[in-house]
Nanobody, 126 residues
Framework: QVQLVESGGGLVQAGGSLRLSCAAS????????MGWFRQAPGKERDFVAA????????RYVDSVKGRFTISRDNAKSTVYLQMDSLKPEDTAVYYCAAQYSDYDTLARAVAAYSYWGQGTQVTVSS
């Protein structure tokens, strides 16, 4: 089992920045592709970003490209999401997730991820 705990959410004004952290407990953190998802009220949980096992490749949903940066520190068993130039439409609960992939695939589907954090609220005011 891998347990994931997000932190760093909060309330910011449009144009501001937040850095989310996701700390993992358990073994073999480096064996997992890590992803960030978000869910706004009344909406589906949607893919935001993913990072390969060694951190060499990343993938983003189009709406956050150039604004968000996913990174990981395997020595600290932590994945990060740096969010810059935040917009009101970024408001959501943000979840980190872990996926084991034989081919280091940066999956976008919720169903591809086996372990989930509890979520952290990000609210961007206009």
């Amino acid at each position: 089992q891998v347990q994931l705990v997000e932190s760093g959410g909060g309330l910011v004004q449009a144009g501001g920045s937040l850095r989310l952290s996701c700390a993992a407990s358990g073994r073999t953190f480096s064996s997992y592709v890590m992803g960030w998802f978000r869910q706004a009220p009344g909406k589906e949980r949607d893919f935001v970003a993913a990072i390969s096992r060694s951190g060499g490749r990343t993938r983003y949903v189009d709406s956050v490209k150039g604004r968000f940066t996913i990174s990981r520190d395997n020595a600290k068993s932590t994945v990060y999401l740096q969010m810059d130039s935040l917009k009101p439409e970024d408001t959501a609960v943000y979840y980190c997730a872990a996926q084991y992939s034989d081919y280091d695939t940066l999956a976008r589907a919720v169903a591809a991820y086996s372990y989930w954090g509890q979520g952290t609220q990000v609210t961007v005011s206009s």
